[in-house]
């Protein structure tokens, strides 16, 4: 990875939590095998969704709730450490907002809580939030522009 040029055109596929994470564990970690998680840039094309029924209708009703209501809301996502885990601390840190964040074993389990109103939505990834459309309403995208499948949906920039 660290031999491919640096022209913007190379993409590599890394397990976040690992790349990201190794580095504190010390000798005979990442960085002393050659890798250099300080000059990654992680894309984690990330939606924060809630349930159709979900009296949350947008994003701006989702802050609203987290500022009036701090920790009331919670997140679901794949396991703790994951990308999912990392979009729900960004979002919170973005925008100043508490919300709880509620690790699965996995999708499957997520999709289930979080129809089932176990949980108040999810940070998830682009394909959830398609495969589950009419079922969940993606309130925000973490991209530079609106996912074609998804053109109602705002990206965290605009929102920012």
């Not at 979002?91 to 089932?116: C, H, Q, W």
Request: a neutral charge; proline letters at 8%.
């Amino acid at each position: 990875m660290n031999t491919l040029p640096g022209d913007g055109v190379n993409i590599v596929g890394i397990n976040l939590p690992h790349i990201v994470l190794a580095p504190f564990e010390g000798p005979g970690a990442v960085q002393d095998r050659g890798h250099h998680a300080d000059v990654l840039v992680p894309l984690h094309p990330g939606r924060a969704v809630v349930p159709d029924s979900s009296p949350i209708k947008t994003f701006q009703d989702f802050l609203k709730t987290a500022k009036e209501e701090p920790g009331k809301l919670t997140l679901g996502g794949s396991g703790l450490n994951s990308a999912n885990h990392a979009a729900h601390e960004r979002l919170n840190s973005e925008f100043g907002v508490r919300t709880l964040y509620v690790p699965f074993k996995g999708t499957g389990d997520m999709t289930i809580a979080v129809a089932g109103g176990h949980v108040s939505g999810a940070m998830s990834y682009t394909a959830f939030a398609i495969n589950n459309k009419g079922k969940m309403r993606a309130l925000a995208v973490a991209m530079d522009k609106r996912h074609p499948l998804l053109p109602d949906t705002p990206t965290f920039k605009e929102l920012a």
